[in-house]
């Protein structure tokens, strides 16, 4: 009965948002697809907030994960975008073809497009980033002729050493011996080393035999795997919110995080969550490295309530220090009964860990 209810769940999650308006739009020749989703009450948007996604083939929605977010940010008067990664859904083209760059301009049109169609100017229209978007949304940080504010959660600086943790991570979770990790972070040293060299893909195959990527996310990988957001976090000139969980698998949310403490920077704010994965959800529920079918029919079934205990709090209290709530009560309730109010300007969560 169990699974019966997770399952339903689970299809209720997909079903469409009767107030979600689809649009499309042409970038770079191919058609872009996705979802313009109005405040709950229809009222004029205090801002707008584009969802740029993480790795994979994602739709808007992120197969259920972004509503969790969505309703929350709506209730209070913001608006959402999101659309189908190029060659998922309705979208054309090729998401594994892409450079960090490219995707960077692919935002930019769809800033574009919601400005233009919707009214908002740039310093109320803002990005929510999500890990691999860390490559894409701390350059677009840098336009604030185009963007008033940005949000990223689970970022890496370096595409290289996020790849490290995570082979680091995979394998202690495994259950693997310090020498065995050891031997395969080796073996990940040598894969970037060969990289380096600029092999073709054939002479990729010859060394990785049965466990070769295919062409298309060889080709991706070759593209981006030097990616490093340093220089792109040193630019940035638009107010900024970056957020760890303390129990990320993916990234080396720790160091990420510490490294701001050394470093800081005037426009960015940063908070370590306890009890948070990758995608700030609650470890206590969801700690496993890898996201499989029974993770999502659980977050089906607990929707805002899988989300880390602090994670909307710290959301919504930053936002509504940025002034960008327009005067709204914020009185949304998860499960634990928050109100952004108690959090005040989000001037709190700066620079120190939410312990």
């Known amino acids: 009965m169990k699974t019966v209810m997770l399952l339903l769940c689970w299809f209720g999650l997909m079903l469409p948002d009767a107030h979600a308006a689809s649009f499309q739009l042409s970038y770079d020749g191919k058609q872009l697809s996705?979802?313009?989703?109005?405040?709950?009450?229809?009222?004029?948007?205090?801002?707008?907030?584009?969802?740029?996604?993480?790795?994979?083939?994602?739709?808007?929605?992120?197969n259920g994960y972004y509503p969790l977010i969505w309703q929350t940010l709506r209730r209070h008067g913001i608006a959402v975008v999101s659309w189908d990664k190029p060659g998922v859904g309705d979208s054309k083209g090729n998401w594994l073809a892409q450079t960090m760059a490219e995707r960077q301009q692919e935002v930019l049109a769809v800033a574009k497009w919601v400005q233009e169609t919707h009214g908002i100017t740039p310093q109320r229209t803002g990005l929510v980033g999500f890990s691999q978007a860390g490559?894409?949304?701390?350059?677009?940080?840098?336009?604030?002729?185009?963007?008033?504010?940005?949000?990223?959660?689970?970022?890496?600086?370096?595409?290289i050493e996020q790849g490290r943790y995570y082979?680091?991570?995979?394998?202690?979770?495994?259950?693997?011996?310090?020498?065995?990790?050891?031997?395969?972070?080796?073996?990940?040293d040598q894969e970037i080393a060969f990289f380096q060299t600029e092999p073709?893909?054939?002479?990729?195959?010859?060394?990785?035999?049965?466990?070769?990527?295919t062409p298309e996310r060889f080709t991706f990988v070759m593209n981006n795997f030097r990616s490093d957001a340093g220089a792109d976090y040193r630019a940035i000139r638009i107010p900024t919110l970056l957020l760890w969980g303390e129990d990320d698998l993916n990234v080396d949310a720790r160091h990420e995080y510490q490294g701001w403490q050394r470093q800081p920077h005037p426009k960015v704010t940063t908070a370590l969550l306890?009890?948070?994965?990758?995608?700030?959800l609650d470890s206590t529920v969801f700690p496993q490295q890898q996201f499989g079918i029974w993770q999502w029919l659980k977050m089906a079934w607990l929707q805002e309530a899988a989300l880390a205990e602090s994670f909307l709090p710290t959301l919504m209290g930053w936002l509504q220090g940025q002034g960008l709530l327009n005067g709204r009560q914020v009185t949304a309730a998860s499960k634990n009964g928050w109100t952004v109010g108690e959090w005040g300007s989000g001037v709190e969560v700066q620079d120190k860990e939410v312990l």
């Not at 313009?36 to 790795?55: E, I, K, T």
């Not at 073709?200 to 466990?211: F, L, N, P, Q």
């Not at 306890?274 to 700030?280: D, K, R």
Request: aromatic share 12%.
């Open 34 to 62: 996705g979802q313009y989703l109005a405040p709950l009450d229809q009222g004029v948007p205090s801002a707008v907030v584009l969802f740029v996604h993480g790795d994979g083939a994602m739709p808007a929605d992120a």
């Open 135 to 159: 490559w894409v949304v701390p350059a677009l940080a840098a336009r604030e002729d185009q963007f008033g504010f940005a949000i990223g959660i689970g970022f890496a600086a370096n595409w």
């Open 167 to 188: 082979t680091q991570e995979k394998y202690t979770e495994k259950g693997f011996s310090p020498a065995q990790i050891a031997a395969k972070l080796r073996e990940y």
């Open 200 to 213: 073709t893909y054939s002479e990729y195959v010859s060394r990785a035999g049965e466990d070769a990527m």
């Open 274 to 280: 306890t009890h948070a994965n990758h995608g700030l």
